[in-house]
């Protein structure tokens, strides 16, 4: 890993990764979780606040481990899975994605990535959503993976020119989304 961190947040992600190694306890080798952990910090290394590095990849790591084995059959799909994908994934697939998971009340699982993610959330689209009572104040920009879309059923696009790997078996949408801006 060539991110330079503080040996705080190294220590950190070290116990992260444990919890991980815990939690895919016969799954995943900890070899492959050490592997998606440095790749997700690669991703989260140029957040403003390097104090929220540890949390981004926690999470991150955590929902590509998951996808990546419920795209290989390893990890039983308990609904289906709904990916949004946007350019950024700050605003767009963000908002589509928060809209599914209140109105979906756990039916479906939702996902958003950005084929080139900012470095955080639109703050108008996050001010917007809390105006008609959803709060994403917690989301972040992720980058797209083929694990993410391997574990999708139904992949939309938000009407921003962005190509996502084809897998066969998924359905395939572009929504034709004006930008939030």
Not at 2 to 7: C, H, K, N, W, Y
Not at 90 to 95: D, F, I, T
Not at 112 to 141: C, F, K, R, W
Not at 168 to 177: H, L, M, R
Request: glycine share 6%; charged share 25%.
């Amino acid at each position: 890993m060539d991110v330079q961190l503080d040996p705080e947040t190294i220590a950190h992600l070290d116990r992260l990764q444990l919890d991980l190694q815990k939690e895919f306890a016969g799954i995943f080798s900890p070899e492959t979780i050490e592997r998606f952990v440095n790749e997700s910090t690669e991703q989260f290394s140029g957040v403003k606040i390097q104090a929220y590095v540890p949390v981004f990849v926690k999470r991150f790591a955590r929902e590509r481990l998951r996808a990546y084995g419920q795209g290989h059959g390893i990890i039983k799909k308990e609904v289906p899975e709904v990916l949004f994908v946007c350019t950024h994934n700050a605003g767009r697939s963000q908002m589509a994605m928060a809209f599914l998971v209140k109105t979906a009340e756990g039916r479906v699982h939702v996902r958003s990535a950005g084929s080139t993610p900012a470095l955080e959330i639109n703050a108008a689209v996050v001010e917007v959503m809390a105006e008609v009572g959803i709060d994403i104040s917690q989301e972040y920009a992720k980058p797209l993976t083929n694990e993410v879309v391997e574990a999708a059923d139904f992949v939309i696009t938000m009407g921003c020119g962005d190509a996502c790997p084809i897998y066969p078996g998924k359905i395939y949408e572009d929504w034709d989304v004006a930008d939030p801006e």
